[in-house]
């Protein structure tokens, strides 16, 4: 079939420099281009992903929040009752042994320096901290 035909054969000295620099040209911008457009189309994907990642993250997270949270003020319910049954035990013995109006006497006392010596080194620590970034 193609014995008979005369098929030319395409050299490079056929070519001139100016039809070799089009083509060259042309093949470049198109893969430029294409690379351009596959680089935003990967970016937008990377995107989407990374958005899909954290929403799932947060999601995570927020149930495990949630659960250190719930178990944190039960924890602080259990504990101030146990303080309340503590001071309440500590009135019935010393109100057997002082009086009632004594023994509250001395458990609300008691209570109230404790208060007092915590509330002091509260406010010494907070004087200590560095409010300003310039005073330090």
Do not use: C, W
């Amino acid at each position: 079939m193609l014995q008979n035909k005369d098929i030319p054969i395409l050299d490079d000295e056929q070519f001139s420099e100016e039809t070799e620099a089009t083509v060259a040209d042309e093949s470049e911008a198109r893969s430029l281009a294409s690379q351009l457009t596959g680089l935003i189309e990967d970016v937008r994907i990377l995107a989407h992903a990374e958005v899909e990642y954290y929403r799932t993250k947060l999601s995570v997270n927020m149930a495990a929040t949630k659960r250190v949270v719930t178990l944190f003020g039960g924890a602080v319910v259990i504990g101030t009752t146990a303080i309340i049954a503590l001071i309440l035990g500590i009135l019935l013995v010393l109100s057997e042994h002082l009086g009632p109006l004594a023994a509250t006497a001395i458990v609300v006392g008691t209570a109230l320096l404790i208060a007092s010596i915590m509330m002091s080194m509260a406010i010494k620590q907070a004087k200590k901290l560095p409010l300003d970034e310039n005073d330090s």
